[in-house]
């Protein structure tokens, strides 16, 4: 049982989700993080699919009753438009984790955010690594939560690159809406956009020890990671898997691991070809926009620009799955 006093109280927000469930199994067996409620979103998956998948997890992990809520079956305005092409049909792998015996609180997702932010004796971090429409929805109902919120670090967005589209990541980019809320909720925010939820790999050889423990956690955690393959490993046939929005929770229990920058983040949400994107503002000085028409009043965001792979990869390695003698 974790030590409420010493502890960071976190709350994850997600759309589970295969990188969902390593982050899940990381929350949960790191000493410093108390986590204190889960909560489930249209994402990856229809939003009863990643209630049964985070139930799923919590129950292989051995956590222990955490409270889970379904929240938003759809974005603010679009329709919900699943990830399974990369999840799987089940959206966590379909690796074949038996039904969870545990059932979500008889509450949604909003009510629970607000009675366990508010309950807290601390103020509570916010991990958001699924689109943010519960995250909007409560800024919007409740927004007296602010009080009782550290900060938020959310999976989402990029500087660079998207994945939904050329510029937009999937999570900003499924409910864009949503995500402008949460970039102006008036709290400390960190962006773990793609830039560096890419790069942090686990090595194949990791991988393959991980899928043979007999820890049934840190079994789960190589099997997902599994379904992550990024580019054949320099050392062999086992192709590395990447931690994704796992690495949003280690920038929580280990925030020297990643550079940020203070930077203004605008959501594009005009239809077209940048809808979704997170407009990062790295200009070193002020532009002829902001010359002729003068300079707007925006909130800053602490965005992620780099992230220390090897750190992070022990991290979690040691966390999820710490050698012990005769585990294998
Ligand atoms: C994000 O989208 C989802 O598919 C992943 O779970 C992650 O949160 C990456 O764009
Ligand atoms: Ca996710």
Known sequence: ????????????????????????????????????????????????????NTLKVLERAGAPEIPVARGA?????????????????DGM??????????????????????????????????IPTAPLTNIALLLRTHPEVTRNIERIVFMGGAVATGNATPVAEFNVWHDPE????LLTAGVPITMYGLDVFTRVLVPGAEVRRLRASVEPGARLAGELLAHRPSAPDSDGDDPAGGLGDAGAVCAVADPAGITTR???????????????????DRRPRPGESEIHHGVREQALVDVALDVDVERYVKLYLETVAPERPGAE
């Open 73 to 89: 079956e759809r974005p603010l305005i679009e329709p919900a438009r699943s990830a399974r092409h990369v999840h799987g049909r």
């Open 262 to 280: 203070p930077l203004p983040v605008e959501v594009s949400l005009a239809p077209g070809p940048t809808r979704g994107q997170t407009v990062v």
């Open 93 to 126: 792998g379909d690796i074949g984790l038996p039904a969870p015996t545990r059932s979500p609180v008889d509450v949604d997702a909003v009510t629970l955010l607000r009675r366990e932010i508010l309950a807290s004796p601390r103020p509570v971090t916010l």
């Open 1 to 52: 049982m974790a030590d409420r006093t010493t502890t960071i109280p976190v709350i994850i927000d997600c759309d589970t989700g295969v990188d969902d469930a390593l982050a899940l199994l990381f929350a949960v067996r790191h000493p410093a993080l108390d986590l204190r409620a889960v909560t489930c979103v249209a994402g990856n998956t229809d939003v009863d699919g990643v209630v049964r």
């Open 178 to 181: 949503a995500a402008a809320i």
